[in-house]
């Protein structure tokens, strides 16, 4: 609002009414502040007026002037083209109305209508002192509303806008482009030198991009790491040329950061004249050049590895969940034989999956069974065909356990409540574990697996070797079996490096007095040749494959 004055705009072909209007409101002060009068004779007049003029508190507008209803047109402009809500109008009676006073009070977006003989008469300073007092508090919530609006599409740390103004802004019609940008381990940075040096890093980041890319982008700041450019340009040959160059530009800059110089990187992920889910498919592509590591960048398309994933896993969520319904989760078994008496004695329990009389294996759902968190569903299944065999047999059943399953806050006593059900006492389960860098490092992990083997559990580190072997668990947790991941036993006979890696473990092991179990044995040399090292226990097709029934 202007500091200085009230602006009133009359609106009225009668000049006698302008000027007595200006000669009674002539030095009047309203709340400290004089009131200036606005002067129009016409509807064009007052659009070129408020055009000119954006704080206008009220408007006096005749109905008809040189038209009937040119003053009613003029109210629809006001609410309806500008969409100016906070303008006082109010209507002046006129002899020749083109509709009833009732209808325009009723249908017309006005605060007030008045007689020409009210304007005229000392009322008319009462009238303009309510109506300015109602568009102060207008006004008042209005700016209010903003500045919470701006809170909200607005990233505190860098004062970029945010995602919710992203979103906002990118729903439109046409094709869109844009270009994600995430810092490379920026969690080091707050870990290494404290969460306001990464705020500073975040502010000289976006100083940057603005700096750069202002001229042809949107810069946005749309959470923690993750800015935003909302291309403005729609030449697609220049925008991939220039997600290679902000890489670039990104890698080879030296930011100063509190008298600090640091190097960055980044990783994006872009889409280019796309139609709809622009950020959805934005993320797609960022996550997809995550995969390849550091300072990389994709641009999104169907065939993306991520979106066919995700594609694969939607499908998969849907049929796992009619499989749980129709009792379409099965158990396999597969038999794991001592090689020192050449007996069979445990047996692995595997999901299977039948689908349009057609059975899959974990490969083609288990990631489906994560993403959707059907994991513990599936877990209590398998450990209940388990007990159901143990209950007439007497080996011992191998029943594998994810990280998921064992942090679910129901896991233990789910666990007992089956061995309950079934009467099967727990020195006849082995839990399988997948090897994971989480479960050696999660404490709640640790104790719920000692829990376990406190309560007569066995405990197996499966597939131990693969993708993030730690030999620390062996001292960390209460371990009864080891498996050597069959990757290192299936070309053992030839491969110089699965023996050294299979010897280490089984010698390890061993000290550790813990047997050892030998998956993916598929020939008899294989056999053979892990019966010489001195492996404890075999597993694989060379001794029989997965089957709904044990071997007789």
Known sequence: MSPKFWEILLVDDNTKLHELIKNNLNGILINKKKVKILHAYNAAEAKEL????????????????????????????????????????????????????????EHYDINDYKDQRCIESQKLFT??????????????????KDQIYKKMTTNEIT????????????????????????????SLINNYNGFEFGDDVLRVFADFLVYNYAKFAEI??????????????????????????????????????NGIKIHLTASLGAVLNEYGNVIQKAEFALKEARLYGKNNARKYSDDLQIVRTIHSNSIWTGRIRKAIAHNKILAYFQPIQNLK???????ETLVRL???KKIYSPFHFLDAALYSGQMFKIFKIMLSEACK?????????????????????????????IMKQYSVTPNRIVFEILE??????????????????EDGFKLAIDDFGADCSNFAQLNNLPINFIKIDGQFIKNIVKDRNSQITAKTILDYAHQKEIPVVAEFVCSKEVYDYVKEMGVDFVQGYEIAEPKPILLD
């Open 159 to 186: 004062s970029l806008p945010n995602r919710m103004k992203l979103t906002e802004n990118i729903d439109t019609v046409g094709g869109k482009s844009l270009i994600l940008i995430n810092i490379d381990d920026f």
């Open 389 to 417: 065999k143990a209950q007439t047999t007497s080996y011992i059943f191998g029943v594998n356990i994810s990280e998921y399953d064992l942090k679910h806050p129901k896991f233990v006593q789910t666990i007992h409540e």
């Open 341 to 347: 008496t050449g007996k069979i004695e445990k047996y």
């Open 220 to 257: 946005y700041h749309l959470e923690a790491d993750i800015f935003a450019l909302f291309c403005l340009r729609t030449d697609t040959r220049t925008q991939e040329q220039s997600i290679s160059i902000i890489k670039e530009n990104i890698s080879h800059h030296e930011f100063s950061v």
């Open 354 to 356: 039948e689908y349009d």
């Open 50 to 105: 408020i055009g000119k003029n954006s704080d206008i508190a009220i408007a006096f507008i005749d109905i008809a002037m040189q038209a009937p209803d040119a003053g009613l047109e003029l109210v629809n402009y006001i609410r309806n083209t500008l969409y100016n809500t906070s303008m006082r109008i109010i209507i002046i009676d006129s002899e020749s109305l083109p509709v009833p006073a009732s209808d325009i009070i």
């Open 127 to 144: 009238t303009i002192r309510t109506a300015i007092k109602q568009y102060q508090q207008f006004k008042d919530l209005k700016d209010k």
């Open 436 to 453: 994971n860098n989480s479960i050696a490092r999660n404490k709640n992990i640790q104790d719920v697996l000692n829990v376990l083997h």
